[in-house]
């Protein structure tokens, strides 16, 4: 069974711009999640889709949003890019998301993205 | 809102010496809690969980991690490290039964020394 695939792996960006990652979760996982990883903050998690769905947000601004296609494919956007949005972007999926379910998450290797 | 402690930033050990790494967690209700490990370029992996029942719980590799309830803890333990064990090691927390999100400690680097 194929992981968690994120796309891109790397890449870099200016201020200002914005950014689209993608992930495409295990076959048959319908719920995905998104966490923002440095090293000063460590793993924070932006937001869980679940059916299409968004069913939790973490404590980041509206720059950063995101969608679940048919699929479950999922894809996260950041606006207006600010250095400190440097970072490694990892998605991890589960069966059954986090309500009913146990919590296990399955990551991907994660897109590393760089604000110059 | 639940958080999670990891008071090991960075942890040197030799080959052969037992390891225990902290984790407290801070949460009123019931609790699912969770260990993984990021090896050096590979992604995050579950080393182990504890869900509810015997509050030692064993895992991969060789790892175990005893879940205290009166001391909101879950530390993770091996008697005997290996070279191979060096990575990054996190400690996470969600509430049982609800849809929140899983939150992680701040990591304990461990390297293992050949």
């Known amino acids: 069974k194929a992981g968690v695939t994120q796309t891109p792996r790397y890449l870099i960006k200016t201020r200002g711009q914005q950014v689209t990652l993608s992930c495409s979760p295990i076959?048959?996982?319908?719920?995905v999640s998104w966490y923002q990883q440095t090293p000063g903050q460590g793993l924070q998690f932006l937001f869980e889709?679940?059916?299409?769905?968004?069913?939790n947000k973490g404590n980041f601004p509206g720059r950063f949003s995101g969608r679940q296609f048919s699929n479950s494919r999922s894809e996260m956007n950041v606006s207006t890019l600010e250095l400190g949005d440097s970072a490694l972007y990892l998605c991890?999926?589960?069966?059954?998301?986090?309500?009913?379910?146990?919590?296990?998450?399955?990551f991907g290797e994660g897109s590393r993205l760089t604000v110059l | 809102a639940q958080s999670v402690s990891q008071h090991n930033h960075h942890v040197i050990l030799s080959e052969a010496a037992s390891l225990e790494l902290g984790c407290n967690y801070s949460?009123?209700?019931?609790?699912?809690l969770f260990w993984y490990v990021q090896y050096p370029g590979q992604h995050l992996q579950l080393l182990l969980k504890?869900?509810?029942?015997?509050?030692l719980v064993k895992g991969i590799k060789g790892f175990e991690a005893e879940f205290i309830k009166s001391k909101f803890s879950f530390n993770l333990r091996k008697p005997s490290v290996q070279w191979s064990d060096t990575a990054e090691y996190f400690c996470?927390?969600?509430?049982?039964?609800?849809?929140?999100?899983?939150?992680f400690g701040s990591g304990t680097q461990l390297t293992v020394l050949p």
């Open positions: 991890a999926s589960s069966p059954h998301g986090l309500a009913g379910g146990t919590g296990e998450l399955f």
């Open positions: 076959s048959g996982h319908r719920s």
């Open positions: 889709y679940f059916s299409e769905t968004q069913r």
């Open positions: 949460y009123g209700g019931t609790v699912n």
């Open positions: 504890y869900f509810s029942g015997d509050p």
């Open positions: 996470a927390v969600t509430p049982a039964g609800s849809a929140r999100q899983l939150t």
